[in-house]
């Protein structure tokens, strides 16, 4: 099957962030034609997503919706109309191409948004990496799936709740397909996830509910080897840990820091 997997965009007023997420999810889909687009690193945004979808012809588009806002509260911006924009360039440039949105923004308000956006075929609930093979598998059949909000008539259904991903067993992120390159000269740009979830339940906080309040943690093995390799392939040597917070537990950090000291990074 033929997948564009694209970042949602932040209508050019903000520094780009490497997509993350859809490099985790390219990780566990490698029997499938992936091409991967980030709207915020091209000079014509929505002209070259066009141009993407009509030369590569994908059988499904998945977007991740990666922030609904700013949450900067003295300067809100809300990105959710170039969301839109982005569902209109893609059924513009094909009418049969499945529609697939995932994303932290998108699971934050899923119904809400499946429900004003009708374009949207199938929503991800939450974390994909355990979910898009089987939904893939399944494309028409979603109700198959866990994790995945569905159209019956014209009602939005939910299949119900996905096991969390096991952090020991997905891939590295696959980073092939949007080498890091163009983020290089970008401040924090570049992340990387040593563990999922959060247990201190700020109220303000999202975490817990995107994550989970258990703490799932990456093998420091595998946390410095992905280092080292967009270091080595990409020449990136500035990063920044994307974890709700790094040194909680304060053992987690220091296992990755023996890691890193014995491997020779700095």
Not at 47 to 68: A, H, M, Y
Not at 110 to 139: C, H, Q, S, Y
Request: glycine fraction near 8%; charged fraction near 25%.
């Amino acid at each position: 099957m033929k997948l564009l997997l694209v970042q949602s965009y932040l209508g050019g007023n903000e520094p780009p962030v490497y997509p993350l997420g859809l490099a985790c999810i390219s990780s566990v889909l490698p029997d499938h034609e992936l091409r991967l687009f980030d709207p915020n690193v091209y000079e014509r945004p929505f002209e070259d997503l066009k141009e993407t979808i009509e030369s590569f012809s994908p059988d499904v588009v998945g977007i991740s919706i990666r922030n609904i806002d700013s949450t900067n509260k003295r300067q809100v911006v809300f990105y959710y109309e170039h969301f839109k924009k982005v569902i209109y360039t893609i059924r513009t440039a094909t009418a049969g191409a499945k529609i697939i949105v995932g994303g932290s923004g998108f699971s934050m308000f899923a119904k809400v948004i499946m429900k004003d956006e009708p374009r949207i075929d199938i929503g991800v609930f939450l974390e994909g990496e355990t979910v898009m093979p089987a939904l893939l598998d399944n494309i028409e059949e979603p109700w198959k799936v866990k994790g995945v909000f569905y159209r019956k008539g014209s009602e939005v259904l939910f299949s119900g709740s996905a096991d969390q991903a096991d952090l020991d067993i997905v891939p590295l992120p696959d980073r092939s397909l949007l080498p890091p390159d163009r983020y290089r000269s970008i401040p924090e740009a570049i992340g990387i996830e040593t563990k999922r979830g959060c247990a201190l339940k700020c109220v303000y906080c999202i975490y817990g509910f995107l994550n989970g309040t258990k703490y799932r943690f990456r093998n420091p093995r595998m946390i410095v080897d992905e280092i080292e390799s967009i270091k080595n392939e990409h020449g990136v040597d500035t990063f920044t840990f994307v974890d709700s917070v790094f040194n909680i537990p304060v053992r987690h950090a220091k296992r990755y820091a023996m890691r890193s000291s014995a491997g020779g990074l700095r």
